[in-house]
């Protein structure tokens, strides 16, 4: 991704993807912006069809794994979701992977964050939620941006962070939107051919944890391997325990 001058944080500045949308096959066939929506997941269960793009400027009841709130201020980041039709297995590894891509050489120090988190500097940037719902399936991203340190609750504000805050370099929502939406475009074309398998051994070899020691509630272990829909396979003395989600800490206590 070439080098870009920092955006408007004005919600129009979206409006430009509808004159130019991304080449993509599969994600962003049509494409609705919103100044502001409770949840983009919501609009899409509720509403969407296979192909769209819902982007909302801000969220005022944004939501991320395990029914917690997601802080999603206006003019900040990226809000949006896309829908899919179907159950289209493997979508939060292509999420993981398609931000990780799209930042790339600007931005090389993101780490995968098991099970649906993207870090930078030990701070989460980006948050990833998939839902479905009547035979439709719903891919939230939420990517902060322009966040300074104190537009996060002080709740978040030591664990939280954004492109800005952590880069000093000039972001710009509409490129970096447009870069997840390929990357995204691609590794979907993957997963409905048949290469599933490839997209979760990268998100997998990606995410660092083979072999590591991690504790996750009162589960302490070795990490045998990541399956087929991502839950980690732990060895532990009381034998293979099988974790789906949860707060992932290294043994020795490096937070990840």
């Known amino acids: 991704m ?3 001058m920092a955006d408007s944080t004005s919600p129009q500045v979206f409006e430009s993807l509808l004159d130019n949308p991304p080449n993509t096959s599969h994600v962003a066939k049509e494409i609705r912006i919103f100044e502001a929506l409770d949840s983009s997941n919501s609009f899409v269960l509720n509403e969407g069809y296979e192909g769209l793009l819902v982007i909302a400027d801000q969220q005022t009841a944004g939501r991320g794994r395990l029914q917690r709130s997601w802080h999603s201020a206006p003019g900040k980041g990226l809000w949006f979701t896309v829908c899919l039709d179907g159950l289209v297995q493997g979508l939060t590894f292509a999420a993981a992977l398609s931000v990780q891509d799209a930042l790339g050489e600007k931005c090389p120090g993101t780490t995968i964050k098991w099970p649906n988190d993207i870090l930078l500097d030990g701070k989460k940037i980006c948050g990833i939620l998939v839902e479905h719902k009547n035979n439709r399936m719903a891919l939230g991203i939420g990517l902060n941006v322009h966040h300074c340190t104190e537009d996060f609750p002080d709740e978040l504000q030591k664990i939280a962070g ?7 370099i000039p972001w710009n929502r509409v490129v970096l939107l447009t870069d997840i939406l390929k990357h995204l475009d691609y590794y979907i074309e993957l997963i409905r051919n048949g290469k599933l398998e490839s997209v979760r051994s990268d998100w997998s070899r990606r995410c660092g944890l083979i072999g590591k020691r991690v504790q996750i509630g009162d589960v302490l272990g070795e990490v045998e391997c990541i399956d087929e829909i991502g839950a980690l396979i732990i060895q532990t003395t009381e034998g293979t325990k099988r ?9 020795d206590g490096e937070d990840r």
């Open 243 to 251: 974790i789906m989600s949860g707060e992932i800490e290294i043994a």
């Open 162 to 168: 954004s492109l800005d805050s952590l880069t000093n």
């Open 2 to 4: 070439g080098m870009a």
